[in-house]
C-alpha cells in the first residue's frame, strides 16, 4: 500500500506545550521565508551554500542563529564537540566524514568552518575521563577522538584545574579539527590550490565574543568583541528580528 500523506488540518489544540511551541515557529518561519521572501523559489531548484560549518551538537550554539543566516546559506554538519576524526581510508562511515566530502566534492564550499564553544559538554567529558563515572556507550569513544587535543592542553597547563583545562582544551579542539582536515586528501589538494579556505572560530558563551584562529601566529584572536561594545540594532532592522536576509 503506498504511503499517503492526510491533508486534513489538525489544529494543534489538545497538543503538548512543546509541539504548540515549535509549531507555531514553523507557522512564522513559513511567513518569513515563503511569503516575505522568493529564496524558496531559488532553493527548490538546489543549494548553493556559501559554507560548510562543522559545529558542535550543543543546542545553545546553532551556527545559523549564531550567524544570523538564511535558509541555503550554510551547509551544517554537527556532532558531540565539533570534532573531524582523521582521514582512513576504508573505514566504517563517519556522518562528518561523508557530509564533508559532500559539500566539497559535489557543492564544491569555498570555506569550512570548525566552530568550537565553551563550556563544551563533550570536551569536560573528555577531561574528566574516568572520573566521570556512568556507563555511556558511545560518548566515550567519540571524545577519545580529541585525545591529542587533551594531551596539547596538559602541557601547557600543567596546573590548571578541571574548568581552565577543559577551556584550554576546547581551543586545541578546534586546532586538531582543522589539522584532521588536511589528512582528507580532496580537502588538502583544494586548500593548497587556492580554493578552499579553511577556519577555525570559536564561541564563547561566558563572554559573548567570537574567536578565530590565526594559523600564522598559531593562536587566537578575537573576531567579533563583547557584545556590550556593538551598538544595539534599530527596531524593524533584520538581526533585531532575529533573521537576516539571503546574500
Same mark, same amino acid.
Given at each position: 500500500?503506498?504511503?499517503?500523506?492526510?491533508? @486534513?488540518?489538525? /489544529?494543534?489544540? =489538545?497538543?503538548? %506545550? $512543546?509541539?504548540?511551541?515549535?509549531?507555531? =515557529?514553523?507557522?512564522?518561519?513559513?511567513?518569513?521565508?515563503?511569503?516575505?521572501?522568493?529564496?524558496?523559489?531559488?532553493?527548490?531548484?538546489?543549494? #548553493?551554500?556559501?559554507? *560548510?560549518?562543522?559545529?558542535?551538537?550543543?543546542?545553545?550554539?546553532?551556527?545559523?542563529?549564531?550567524?544570523?543566516?538564511?535558509?541555503?546559506? *550554510?551547509?551544517?554538519?554537527? #556532532?558531540?564537540? #565539533?570534532?573531524? /576524526? /582523521?582521514?582512513?581510508?576504508? @573505514?566504517?562511515?563517519?556522518?562528518?566524514?561523508? +557530509?564533508? !566530502?559532500?559539500?566539497?566534492?559535489? $557543492?564544491?564550499?569555498?570555506?569550512?568552518?570548525?566552530?568550537?564553544?565553551?563550556?563544551?559538554?563533550?570536551?569536560?567529558? $573528555?577531561?574528566?575521563?574516568?572520573?566521570?563515572?556512568?556507563?555511556?556507550?558511545?560518548?566515550?569513544?567519540?571524545?577519545?577522538? +580529541? =585525545?591529542?587535543?587533551? !594531551?596539547?592542553?596538559?602541557?601547557?597547563?600543567?596546573?590548571?584545574? !578541571?574548568?581552565?583545562? +577543559?577551556?584550554?582544551?576546547?581551543?586545541?579542539?578546534?586546532?586538531?579539527?582543522?589539522? #584532521?582536515?588536511?589528512?582528507?586528501?580532496?580537502?588538502?589538494?583544494?586548500?593548497? +590550490? =587556492?580554493?578552499?579556505?579553511?577556519?577555525?572560530?570559536?564561541?564563547? $558563551?561566558?563572554?559573548?565574543?567570537?574567536? !578565530?584562529?590565526?594559523?600564522?601566529?598559531?593562536?587566537?584572536?578575537?573576531?567579533?568583541? &563583547? /557584545?556590550?561594545?556593538?551598538?544595539?540594532?534599530? %527596531?524593524? &532592522? %533584520?538581526?533585531?528580528?532575529?533573521?537576516?536576509?539571503?546574500?
Amino acid at each position: 500500500m503506498p504511503f499517503r500523506v492526510s491533508r @486534513t488540518h489538525h /489544529p494543534a489544540r =489538545g497538543h503538548d %506545550p $512543546l509541539v504548540v511551541r515549535l509549531t507555531s =515557529g514553523f507557522r512564522r518561519f513559513q511567513q518569513r521565508w515563503y511569503h516575505d521572501e522568493p529564496v524558496f523559489d531559488r532553493l527548490r531548484l538546489g543549494q #548553493n551554500p556559501h559554507a *560548510l560549518v562543522i559545529a558542535c551538537s550543543d543546542s545553545r550554539v546553532d551556527p545559523v542563529l549564531l550567524t544570523d543566516s538564511s535558509p541555503g546559506d *550554510l551547509f551544517v554538519v554537527r #556532532n558531540v564537540a #565539533n570534532i573531524v /576524526p /582523521p582521514y582512513v581510508s576504508g @573505514t566504517t562511515p563517519r556522518g562528518v566524514c561523508s +557530509a564533508l !566530502e559532500y559539500a566539497v566534492k559535489h $557543492l564544491k564550499v569555498k570555506d569550512i568552518i570548525v566552530l568550537g564553544h565553551a563550556c563544551c559538554g563533550g570536551i569536560h567529558a $573528555l577531561v574528566a575521563g574516568e572520573t566521570r563515572g556512568g556507563d555511556d556507550e558511545f560518548i566515550d569513544q567519540w571524545v577519545a577522538l +580529541a =585525545g591529542k587535543a587533551l !594531551e596539547r592542553a596538559r602541557a601547557e597547563c600543567p596546573e590548571s584545574g !578541571e574548568a581552565e583545562l +577543559a577551556r584550554v582544551c576546547e581551543l586545541w579542539s578546534v586546532r586538531l579539527s582543522l589539522t #584532521n582536515l588536511m589528512t582528507f586528501p580532496w580537502v588538502k589538494s583544494r586548500a593548497e +590550490a =587556492g580554493l578552499l579556505a579553511l577556519h577555525g572560530w570559536y564561541f564563547d $558563551l561566558q563572554s559573548g565574543e567570537l574567536l !578565530e584562529y590565526d594559523q600564522e601566529k598559531e593562536g587566537f584572536s578575537v573576531l567579533v568583541g &563583547h /557584545p556590550a561594545r556593538h551598538e544595539r540594532p534599530a %527596531p524593524g &532592522h %533584520p538581526s533585531a528580528r532575529g533573521h537576516g536576509p539571503g546574500r
